[in-house]
């Protein structure tokens, strides 16, 4: 039996209005648990970048909370300031989200990281060894070639200098080109690296082509190959967050402070 047109649209409308009305519900079901994995994937890159966490080594989450709990302190700083920000909870701040929130951000500097956006307060990570912090783990972002390269560098809290790991989780860079910030092998290049020079501003770089052993040759890191923009977008990103406008006040004060 024929319907009539307006049938066929009111049909059409009903199940539109049904199926979107499922997939809000979905969506507002899984938002606990799909922050919750968001959490534990930032702790499972927390924890490799600081080297409590082995490549391919697989942790329930159980395991992986418990790891961070008994090796990690998280903390807010002020960005500007670089002193822990008063009245506010590490477990519950998202950094990226305050980013994005004009009353919790500042337009930043014209910068080649071509970050667009500050956050007032960004969190850092502590990782504790005898009641002591042994290592500094800063969170780093910056355009490469196609995309926002979301990652943490891991420097030794003895001199606020000494690159330990860098860690790439969110990107969108070709892979086998640019994607090879990935790579374990190129990862691998970084400890013992220094990112301030002598006259104590960010030095470190990613140079097209190969660089030297890290005690020889400090300031630099192999290129990606046939990735330059992206290799370009490594170094910016890394000046831009360990400068003036970035985490060079924290390091000054954390320093200031004998590494507390």
Same mark, same amino acid.
């Given at each position: %039996?024929?319907?009539?047109?307006?049938?066929?649209?009111?049909? #059409?409308?009903? /199940?539109?209005?049904?199926?979107? /009305?499922?997939?809000?519900?979905?969506?507002?079901?899984?938002?606990?648990?799909?922050?919750?994995?968001?959490?534990?994937?930032?702790?499972?890159?927390?924890?490799?970048?600081?080297?409590? %966490?082995?490549?391919?080594?697989?942790?329930?989450?159980?395991?992986?909370?418990?790891?961070?709990?008994?090796?990690?302190?998280?903390?807010?700083?002020?960005?500007?300031?670089? =002193? #822990?920000?008063?009245? /506010?909870?590490?477990?519950?701040?998202?950094?990226?989200?305050?980013?994005?929130?004009?009353?919790?951000?500042?337009?930043?500097? #014209?910068?080649?990281?071509? =970050?667009?956006?500050?956050?007032?307060?960004?969190? =850092?990570?502590?990782?504790?060894?005898?009641?002591?912090?042994?290592?500094?783990?800063?969170?780093?972002?910056?355009?490469?070639?196609? $995309?926002?390269?979301?990652?943490? %560098?891991?420097?030794?809290?003895?001199?606020?200098?000494?690159?330990?790991?860098?860690?790439?989780?969110?990107?969108?860079?070709?892979?086998?080109?640019?994607?090879?910030?990935?790579?374990?092998?190129?990862?691998?290049?970084?400890?013992?690296?220094?990112?301030?020079?002598?006259?104590?501003?960010?030095?470190?770089?990613? =140079?097209?082509?190969?660089?030297?052993? #890290?005690?020889?040759?400090?300031?630099?890191?192999?290129?990606? $190959?046939?990735?330059?923009?992206?290799?370009?977008?490594?170094?910016?990103?890394?000046?831009?967050?360990?400068?003036?406008?970035?985490?060079?006040?924290?390091?000054?004060?954390?320093?200031?402070?004998?590494?507390?």
């Amino acid at each position: %039996m024929a319907h009539s047109t307006g049938y066929t649209i009111g049909f #059409a409308a009903l /199940v539109c209005v049904v199926c979107g /009305v499922g997939i809000a519900s979905a969506a507002v079901a899984l938002a606990d648990r799909q922050a919750e994995n968001k959490k534990l994937d930032q702790q499972k890159q927390v924890l490799a970048v600081a080297g409590l %966490m082995q490549a391919g080594e697989s942790l329930s989450p159980d395991e992986v909370k418990k790891r961070f709990a008994d090796n990690i302190k998280a903390e807010v700083v002020d960005l500007k300031t670089g =002193v #822990a920000a008063q009245g /506010v909870d590490p477990a519950g701040f998202d950094q990226l989200k305050a980013q994005k929130d004009p009353a919790q951000s500042r337009e930043a500097p #014209a910068n080649n990281a071509k =970050v667009l956006r500050l956050p007032n307060n960004a969190k =850092v990570y502590k990782v504790l060894k005898d009641g002591k912090v042994d290592t500094l783990i800063l969170p780093i972002e910056g355009y490469g070639l196609w $995309s926002t390269l979301y990652g943490f %560098m891991a420097i030794d809290a003895k001199d606020a200098n000494t690159v330990k790991g860098i860690t790439f989780y969110q990107h969108g860079e070709t892979p086998g080109l640019g994607g090879e910030v990935d790579n374990p092998k190129w990862k691998d290049l970084w400890p013992g690296r220094k990112i301030y020079g002598p006259g104590g501003q960010p030095q470190i770089a990613v =140079v097209k082509g190969q660089a030297g052993p #890290a005690a020889s040759d400090p300031y630099r890191v192999d290129g990606l $190959s046939g990735a330059t923009i992206t290799s370009n977008g490594v170094t910016n990103l890394v000046k831009f967050w360990f400068g003036a406008d970035g985490f060079g006040p924290y390091i000054q004060h954390f320093k200031a402070a004998g590494g507390k």
